[in-house]
């Protein structure tokens, strides 16, 4: 089964710095697109960043220039700098391509979330 698992969450103070990690496992043939996504209560689910394997990459107007992201091929990071409190969300990874289909024999094209990792940024 394919899975994303994120990690590096946690509490950190505005202005602080934090890397979160997301490894995707599981029989896979290609992963074209990672990238994250974050929820705070009460919001919808939004873009913050994405990584294709070409190299491309995509951030939300509200993370440009604090956060980087940077891929392996089935990783993929979030170097999160210049933290404010409004980036206090669940942040989720996905992964984006041809992965086993559970139970089968065959490939499809699919999106895969981890479970999501907490970031608060507070005092």
């Known amino acids: 089964q394919v899975q994303v698992v994120e990690s590096g969450g946690g509490l950190v103070q505005p202005g602080g710095s934090l890397r979160l990690s997301c490894a995707a496992s599981?029989?896979?043939?290609?992963?074209?697109?990672m990238g994250w996504y974050r929820q705070a209560p009460g919001k919808q689910r939004e873009l913050v960043a994405t990584a294709t394997s070409g190299g491309s990459t995509n951030y939300a107007d509200s993370v440009k220039g604090r956060f980087t992201i940077s891929r392996d091929w089935n990783k993929v990071y979030l170097q999160m700098n210049s933290l404010k409190p409004e980036d206090t969300s669940v942040y989720y990874c996905?992964?984006?391509?041809?992965?086993?289909?559970?139970?089968?024999?065959?490939?499809?094209?699919?999106?895969?979330w981890g479970q999501g990792t907490l970031v608060t940024v507070s005092s």
């Open positions: 599981g029989t896979i043939s290609n992963i074209n697109t």
């Open positions: 996905t992964a984006r391509g041809g992965m086993l289909v559970t139970g089968t024999d065959r490939y499809k094209y699919l999106e895969v």
